[in-house]
């Protein structure tokens, strides 16, 4: 059996090695032919997996650079517009503030004709008032003169009432003969 063991083992080899044989007979030229295209078209492949790498790799570094340059860029106008804003907005706190002072300027001044104004109306009122008291006190004279020298034309020019009653008194003494006059 150890016999029959080692033929077969020997035996296989060898078959395999024929069968190689046969096979290079067979298909050994269109095999190599088949191996030198293969190995073409690996190196074609891996010389264009190569190419392609350094393109995607040029590619990438460019990609990189314009968008690190576009985010500084960025960065940047940023900072400038935010420096023109800042700017702006001191500036237009300045023209507030000016603007504020001048408004205030402007009402302190008419504030100032307001009150000239009040105070050259209240003296127009004194001096009208002034005039018209004494436009009526000098009225009021008129008339109590004009009344006291009516009542004098009247005391003189008529009997005033206690004479008329005198008068009266006298005349009814008289027509009763009661009245004794002074003197007979």
């Known amino acids: 059996m150890a016999d029959s063991k080692n033929n077969s083992a020997e ?14 007979i067979l298909f050994g030229s269109q095999m ?26 040029k590619r990438f570094d ?16 940023l900072k400038n517009e935010r420096a023109e804003r800042t700017e702006a907005l001191k500036e237009l706190t300045r023209e507030v503030r000016d603007l504020g002072k001048g408004l205030e300027k402007k009402l302190g001044q008419i504030e100032e004709q307001v009150a000239a104004g009040q105070s050259d109306l209240r003296a127009r009122l004194l001096e009208q008032s002034k005039t018209l008291s004494r436009e009526i ?25 206690e004479a008329l009653a005198d008068l009266f008194t006298e ?14």
């Open 137 to 161: 006190s000098d009225l009021h004279k008129e008339i109590s003169a004009a009344l006291d020298n009516e009542v004098q034309t009247l005391r003189s020019d008529k009997t005033d009432r």
């Open 32 to 57: 190599r032919d088949y191996e030198k295209r293969f190995s073409r078209l690996e190196e074609r492949l891996t010389k264009a997996q190569d190419t392609l790498r350094e393109d995607m790799k």
């Open 171 to 184: 005349m009814a003494l008289r027509l009763k003969n009661e009245l004794e006059l002074p003197g007979k």
């Open 11 to 24: 035996t296989e080899p060898r078959d395999g090695a024929n069968v190689d044989k046969i096979r290079d």
């Open 62 to 77: 460019s990609l990189e650079g314009f968008v690190q340059q576009e985010v500084e860029s960025l960065g940047q106008r």
